[in-house]
């Protein structure tokens, strides 16, 4: 598909590290510099990723998946002679960062640096259609423009040199999954079969019907031959009335009721009716089927409306980890239903201020740096299970949102002290916001500050 002309030996990496990252550059021996090739340049900056991102950290793992991502950005620019093993290079990759904004997933690293210098010249001069068409490689596309603007990348690259990418310039767009859709099919498919079968048994053919069985089990995927056995049991046994189910005990006042998750940005973009509203797609590890969700690119999404538009840059929500409130009750913004809620962090107002409290810094909270899509978070010493979908009349985030609160160590935690209806609960004063693993959500440098 992708027709490139013959790459030279020059590694456009090392211009590209030089510009950007002049003192991390210093490292690497003046002979590979002078010379360029791709493998030796490899071999030189491999290392590099904790140099130019020192704000982060690099297991011996990813520090193998830094290699690898150097390798196959090399290996696909060595094949610019052979059309069909690029393209199944290309393919590779692409299939990668399907999930992932980033090599190594939402960690920056020397390898996402290569993978943009090498490749830019190769989709610059991709068609519209192989961007993004059926068989184009759109998520190559959305990570070249991710790392070429996206501050978190911090690369020196002038504007005239940077692809114009258009990523709203979609060609083709995967038909959603319809789970009731798909349901249905599966209904009507299990009836027949069963149907077919109480037949075959009426005409003593008894072997026929429990082929027909088996095949029906074969046949109908998501675990449909639970239904037939449960209809034979139904068939067999008289209807019982059922007790009635006791009113489900409430649950005390909790910040464990909140369900907060880690949350992957994987498109934002300004809502088209709100000047202060962006409207983000957004992976939070629900199952096919949620509630209030749908299929984007593969993965099952929520749309989100936030309040952030010119507070923080567009450029900063996209491909990127988030916290999310994922059972708030679904309202409707300005025409586009919202589903969650990103939590973010600004300055507390005084007490006798009048201005809107989110006057001034916003910044995103920001999920541990090794965090999924999906993972669960909880304020330590308040562990439990979330509620369903939080009922508006009984204000249980109005109630317990006030404790959200930064510290002077940048971190995001729950204040037990601003909530009244806790005074005296809880074993700990000032609980973090973590996952099962330890890890601890934060902020850029909001210290002291109001979080929702």
Known sequence: MASTAPIQTEDCLLSVLHRSF??????????????????????????????????????????????QGLTTSARIIAASGDESKQNDLLASLNDHLASR??????????????????????????????????????????????????????????????????????????????????????RKAVALAFDGKKELGKGGLAGDAEQVEAAVKVAVVGGSAKVIEKAQKKEKKEKQS???????????LSPSLIDLRVGHILKAINHPNADSLYVSTIACGDSVGTDNTSEYEGQIVRTVCSGLNGLVPLEEMQGRKIV???????????????????????????????????????????????????????????????????????????????????????????EVAAVPQLAGAGQVSLGKLATKGGGVCTVKSLKGGLVR
């Open 242 to 252: 059922k007790p009635q189910k006791q009113p489900a005990k409430e649950k005390p």
């Open 324 to 414: 999310a409130v994922c059972n708030l009750k679904p309202v409707t913004m300005r025409g586009v239903k919202s589903a969650a809620m990103v939590l973010a962090a600004s300055p507390r107002a005084a007490e006798d201020a009048t201005e809107n409290p989110h006057n001034g810094p916003v910044e995103l909270v920001d999920p541990p740096s090794d965090a999924k899509a999906g993972d669960r978070l909880f304020f330590e010493g308040w562990e439990g299970e979330p509620e369903g979908v939080l009922n508006p009349k009984k204000k249980v985030w109005e109630s317990i949102q006030p404790g959200f609160t930064t510290t002077e160590q940048l971190e995001v935690g729950f």
């Open 101 to 186: 904004s980033t090599v190594l997933g939402s960690k920056p690293s020397v390898a996402d640096v290569a993978s943009y210098a090498r490749l830019r010249s190769i989709v610059q001069r991709w068609t519209p259609e192989q961007r993004t068409g059926q068989k184009g490689y759109r998520y190559i596309v959305r990570h070249i423009d991710y790392v070429q603007n996206a501050p978190l990348f911090a690369l020196k690259v002038p504007h005239s040199d940077k692809i114009d990418i258009d990523l709203n310039d979609v060609k083709w767009i995967q038909k959603p999954l319809d789970p009731k859709e798909e349901k249905e099919k599966k």
């Open 22 to 67: 002049p003192e991390a550059l210093a490292s690497v021996p003046k002979s590979v510099e002078a010379v360029g090739v791709v493998e030796d340049a490899n071999l030189a900056v491999s290392g590099l990723s904790a140099d130019i991102y020192p704000h982060f950290t690099y297991s011996e793992v990813e520090r193998s998946e830094i290699e």
